[in-house]
Each structure stands twice: as C-alpha cells, then as structure tokens.
Nanobody, 118 residues
Framework: QLQASGGGLVQAGGSLRLSCAAS????????MAWHRQAPGKQRELVAA???????NAVDAVKGRFTISRDDAKNTMYLQMDSLKPEDTAVYYC??????????????WGQGTLVTVSS
C-alpha cells in the first residue's frame, strides 16, 4: 500500500514536501508518480519518476516541483516550491508495475490535501 503525507496550508510562494511511503511492495521495481485533483476538476498527472530515476513534470509545475525517490526507504517525494493558489488540490501518489508494457499492479495512496492561500 501507499501512504501519502506532508500536505497542509501554506501561503503563496511557500514550500511543502510531500512523502509517499510504500509498504508490501518492492518499490524499486515500480514507476511512481504524483497526481492531483483540484475541486471540481479531473485528476491530473503532476510528475513521474521511473524505476531508474528518470523524472518528468508537467509544464504547470516544471521548475517549481521536484520529484525524487529513495528506494532504500521505499519512499517517493515531491518537493514543491514557489507554490501558487492554483496548486491547491488533493495530491495522490501512484505506483505502477509493468511487465513488457502490461500493467501488472497499480497502487494509489489515500491523498493529502495541499491548500495554498493568496
């Protein structure tokens, strides 16, 4: 399972670091990602990191958010800097295990709320 934490209330321009702790899986085998869902909107991908550490982020957060992973701790992180009110959302972590392109296991955390005040 995945356990997300680190959300909270922060002023615009501030920073937060989200954590996603994995248990019961060998997280190093999984591609992992952060998604978010703002009120009244669909869930969207924020950033992803594959099993060898290659990371990507969507344009809306590029240069402000950094995804990373520590497989020794079975934990993924999202460092969020220069936060904006439009970053307000519930943030979910996700871990996917693929075998020859086929999804074998797809895990989601429970979500952690990030609120950015203006």
């Amino acid at each position: 399972q995945l356990q997300a934490s680190g959300g909270g209330l922060v002023q615009a321009g501030g920073s937060l670091r989200l954590s996603c702790a994995a248990s019961g899986i060998i997280s190093s085998l999984y591609a992992m990602a952060w998604h978010r869902q703002a009120p009244g909107k669909q869930r969207e991908l924020v950033a992803a990191i594959n099993s060898v550490g290659t990371a990507n982020a969507v344009d809306a957060v590029k240069g402000r958010f950094t995804i990373s992973r520590d497989d020794a701790k079975n934990t993924m992180y999202l460092q969020m800097d220069s936060l904006k009110p439009e970053d307000t959302a519930v943030y979910y972590c996700n871990a996917v295990l693929r075998n020859k392109g086929v999804v074998e296991h797809d895990l989601w955390g429970q979500g952690t709320l990030v609120t950015v005040s203006s």
